[in-house]
């Protein structure tokens, strides 16, 4: 079946722009994370959903960040007036269960000019 | 906190050599460890756990709490283990934290 898919796959933005990055989970994965990889670096906790409840959101680097997941399915990552040190990768993950295996989508490249 | 650390970035070794992949990691509660691996041009996806004590692809690491160490070994290197190698922690707050990678050029 399908695995977690991730959207737009790039998005070049100019400081001060609004971006929001899609994630669609596996279909029944209730646990849906996301992360941010920055270059040389390996991926750092931002937040992560049960269904629709945003359990933990301290991995937000700043106010700036705001994650959503109205439905308990697609989730969105949302970055007002972006800056230079946002440019990273964008990763989701999605598992069926809180200790259950991740299974990672393909990232958002995220670059700010 | 919650910290795990990879001392190699790079690691190059002969088709059919040993390979070890260094990982400490700092918890204060009991952790759960895994390596996840990812290719050229693919998504990170899970190696192995400690949990599960698998052998995976002919790779096994072992869990030594009073190193603080979950080192990852292969016996027999191939050409296609050549890619991006993450250790990573899950702490009792079910958050990943990663290691910052470590790249395993297998030459032939």
């Known amino acids: 079946g399908a695995g977690v898919s991730q959207s737009p796959r790039y998005k070049v933005a100019k400081r001060g722009q609004d971006v929001a990055l899609r994630c669609d989970p596996i279909s029944g994965h209730v646990s849906l994370f996301w992360y941010q990889q920055a270059l040389g670096q390996g991926p750092e906790f931002l937040t992560y959903?049960?269904?629709?409840?945003?359990?933990?959101k301290s991995g937000l680097p700043s106010d700036r960040f705001f994650a959503e997941r109205p439905e308990g399915s697609v989730s969105t990552l949302k970055i007002q007036r972006t800056q230079q040190e946002d440019s990273a990768v964008y990763l989701c993950?999605?598992?069926?269960?809180?200790?259950?295996?991740?299974?990672f989508g393909p990232g958002t490249r995220l670059t700010v000019l | 906190a919650q910290r795990v650390t990879q001392p190699e970035k790079l690691l190059s070794v002969f088709k059919g050599a040993p390979v070890e992949l260094k990982c400490n990691y700092s918890?204060?509660?009991?952790?759960?460890l895994f390596w996840y691996v990812q290719y050229s041009r693919q998504r990170l996806q899970l190696l192995l756990r400690?949990?599960s004590r698998e052998s995976i692809k002919g790779f096994t690491a072992d869990l030594n709490k009073g190193e603080t160490s979950f080192h990852l070994k292969k016996p027999f290197a191939q050409e296609e283990d050549s890619a991006m190698y993450y250790c990573a922690l899950r702490g009792e707050d079910y958050k990943l934290s990663f290691g910052a990678g470590t790249t395993v050029t297998v030459r032939a």
């Open positions: 918890y204060s509660g009991s952790p759960e």
């Open positions: 400690h949990i």
């Open positions: 993950a999605s598992s069926a269960g809180l200790t259950n295996e991740q299974f």
């Open positions: 959903f049960q269904n629709e409840a945003q359990l933990d």
